[in-house]
């Protein structure tokens, strides 16, 4: 299917705490992970993947424009990511962007 991708996974391994506030995230706290995915249901299955792998919490999932933010300790973002990109990438034929860290 055309246009099947994962555009952007990205780890804000040490965010600036005021960042979590910035963008909505109550009681949150670790590292942040970013993904954004086309088509934009993507999201949806990435956020019930990402909650199933590891011990993250699901800060934002946008099923119109295809984004998703969860956040949780540093290495439970990385499975999260992680798994996220083997399903959709590996089994489902997304195509893969490189999962970036800050």
Known sequence: VPGK???L???IASPDKNLYG???LIDAEGAIGIMT???SEGAMIAADIASKSADIRV?????FNGSLVITGDIAAVEVAIRDVMGVLCDRMGFARAPVTKT
């Open 22 to 24: 910035k963008l909505g």
């Open 5 to 7: 991708q994962v555009t």
């Open 37 to 39: 995915i086309t088509p």
């Open 9 to 11: 996974a990205h780890v």
């Open 59 to 63: 800060g934002f999932v946008d099923r």
